[in-house]
C-alpha cells in the first residue's frame, strides 16, 4: 500500500477502509511511517473528520496495537474504573479522584497523557515528583494497582504504543482538536488498560479542545457511542474549562495543590466540585452506590478522614517517589528560581480568562513542549491564581508566575495580563459541572 494514496484519500473527503487504518497503525507502532506522512494525515483527518465507522475502526485498532491488559486474575474485590480528560488547563484532577475513588473501593488503572497542545499533561505533572515511576512495567503497575487501589502512569512502550505515537505528533501539529482523533486517542488507552468502566470528562470553555457546548456534547456522544462498540460502559461529564481549575497550573505546582487538597488544607470550590462529581460518578457507574446522596457521602468520607491521602502516599511510595512526600512534599518538588506578582492594570472584578492563552503562556515558560521530545521546566507556571468573579486591584495579584528567568517571568506577566479580562462589576456566576450523559 502506498501511503500517500491514503493520505490523499483522506485530504479529499473519502473514508479508509479498515486496511488503510490497520496499516496506518501498524507503521504507527512500528515507527515505520514517517512523522511528516503522519502529520500529513492528522491533518486531513483535522479537516475532514472521520466517520463514526472509521473513528471505532481507528479506536480499535490502536488499542489492540500492544499489550492488553486483564485484571481477572489479580484478585481484585472491586470493580476497576478510571476517569479520563479530554484536557484542559490547572486540571489536577486525577491526583485528587484516583486515590479518592481507591478509598471508596474501586481500581483505579490510570493510564494519562503527557501535555497535548495547550493543556497539560497528568504523566508530565507526575514526573515532578522525585523518583516517580511514570512508567513502570506491568508487573509493577499490577503490583501497585491490586495493594493500593490505584496508580497513575503514563503510556508505557507497550501500551496503545499506536497512540503513544499519533499523539506526540498530534501535540506539535495543531490537530488535536477533532472528534474522531480525541475519541481514539482516549478509548485506545482505556480499553487497553482493561476497565470495567470510564467516566469522562468532556472540557468545555476557552481552554478547552471543544469550545462550545455542542461540541462538547457531540465529543461526548462520540466517546460514549465508540466506547458501548467496545463493550466499555462510559459515562460523560462536560465541566467548565473556561478559567484555570484550582488555584495553580504548572507541573510541580499542581502536584502541590494536590497535595494540600488531600491534607485537607483548603481547596478552591470549582476544583472540589469537579472532584466530588466525577469521583460520585464512578461510584453510581460502578454500582458502589445505588444514588448520587450515598455516593457524595462516601466521597466526603474519603477525602475527610484522610483515607484518600493515604491512597496517594502509598501510590507515590510504591512507585519509587518519597516515603515522606505528602508530609514533605515542598522540601521534594522543584522549585522556580523567579517568584514574581502578576497585577492587572485595571481595578474590578476578574470577568473572564483567556485560558488557551495561559496554557501558552505555560508552555512559552518551559513547561510545555513546542517540539516532538521537548525536555520540561516541571517548576515552572502560575499559583496563587484568582477565580472569575474575585475582585482584583493593584494590591492584590491576578496570580503568581514562577520562571527559570527573570525576562521569561516578564512575558508571563504580559501574556497573563493580555489573557485577562476585568469588569467593573462581577460577572455573572457559571456552573462548573454543566451536565451529565450516560447514554449514546
Ligand atoms: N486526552 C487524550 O488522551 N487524547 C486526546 O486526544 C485528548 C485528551
Given at each position: ?287 458502589i452506590e445505588r444514588d448520587a446522596a450515598g455516593a457524595a457521602k462516601r466521597v466526603d468520607e474519603a477525602i475527610r478522614s484522610g ?8 501510590m507515590v511510595a510504591e512507585l519509587g517517589g518519597p516515603a515522606d512526600f505528602i508530609d514533605r512534599y515542598e522540601h521534594h518538588l ?107
Amino acid at each position: 500500500m502506498l501511503f500517500t494514496d491514503v493520505i490523499r484519500k483522506k485530504r479529499d473527503g473519502g473514508e479508509l477502509s479498515a486496511d488503510e487504518i490497520q496499516y496506518l497503525v501498524d507503521g504507527l507502532a512500528d515507527g515505520s511511517l514517517p512523522a511528516e506522512q503522519v502529520s500529513a494525515l492528522a491533518m486531513a483527518i483535522f479537516l475532514n473528520s472521520m466517520s463514526f465507522d472509521e473513528a471505532g475502526l481507528l479506536t480499535i485498532a490502536m488499542a489492540q496495537s500492544g499489550s492488553v491488559l486483564e485484571w481477572q486474575d489479580a484478585g481484585l474485590d472491586g470493580p476497576v474504573v478510571d476517569k479520563h480528560s479530554t484536557g484542559g488547563v490547572g486540571d489536577k484532577v486525577s491526583f485528587l479522584l484516583a486515590p479518592i475513588a481507591a478509598a471508596c473501593g474501586c481500581y483505579v488503572p490510570m493510564i494519562s497523557g503527557r501535555g497535548l497542545g495547550h493543556t497539560g499533561g497528568t504523566t508530565d505533572k507526575a514526573e515532578s515528583i522525585p523518583g516517580y515511576q511514570a512508567t513502570p512495567d506491568f508487573a509493577l503497575f499490577r503490583k501497585v494497582v491490586a495493594s493500593v487501589g490505584c496508580a497513575i502512569i503514563g503510556q508505557t512502550a507497550d501500551l496503545a504504543p499506536a497512540d503513544r505515537r499519533l499523539y506526540a505528533i498530534r501535540d506539535v501539529t495543531a490537530t488535536v482538536e477533532s472528534v474522531p482523533l480525541i475519541t481514539a486517542s482516549i478509548l485506545s488507552k482505556k480499553i487497553a488498560a482493561g476497565l470495567d468502566g470510564l467516566v469522562m470528562d468532556v472540557k468545555v470553555g476557552s481552554g478547552a479542545f471543544m469550545q462550545s457546548m455542542s461540541r462538547a456534547e457531540e465529543l461526548s456522544r462520540s466517546i460514549i457511542g465508540t466506547a458501548a462498540r467496545a463493550g466499555l460502559k462510559t459515562h460523560a461529564v462536560i465541566t467548565d474549562m473556561n478559567e484555570v481549575l484550582g488555584y495553580t497550573a504548572g507541573n510541580a505546582l499542581e502536584i502541590a495543590e494536590s497535595v494540600r487538597y488531600l491534607r485537607n488544607e483548603g481547596s478552591e470550590a470549582r476544583l472540589d466540585e469537579v472532584v466530588r462529581a466525577l469521583t460520585a460518578e464512578m461510584l453510581l457507574l460502578t454500582g458502589i452506590e445505588r444514588d448520587a446522596a450515598g455516593a457524595a457521602k462516601r466521597v466526603d468520607e474519603a477525602i475527610r478522614s484522610g483515607a484518600a491521602a493515604e491512597r496517594f502516599a502509598r501510590m507515590v511510595a510504591e512507585l519509587g517517589g518519597p516515603a515522606d512526600f505528602i508530609d514533605r512534599y515542598e522540601h521534594h518538588l522543584p522549585t522556580a528560581p523567579v517568584i514574581q506578582p502578576v497585577y492587572l492594570e485595571q481595578d474590578g472584578y476578574l470577568h473572564s480568562m483567556d485560558t488557551h492563552a495561559i496554557g501558552n503562556a505555560i508552555i512559552e515558560l518551559g513547561g510545555g513542549r513546542r517540539v516532538l521530545g521537548e525536555a520540561l521546566d516541571l517548576a515552572v507556571g502560575f499559583s496563587d491564581f484568582k477565580q472569575i468573579g474575585d475582585a482584583v486591584d493593584k494590591q492584590h495579584p491576578v496570580a503568581m508566575v514562577h520562571a527559570s528567568t527573570v525576562e521569561k517571568a516578564n512575558q508571563a506577566v504580559q501574556r497573563l495580563r493580555a489573557a485577562a479580562a476585568v469588569s467593573p462589576v462581577p460577572p455573572e456566576a457559571r456552573a462548573v459541572v454543566c451536565r451529565t450523559i450516560d447514554a449514546a
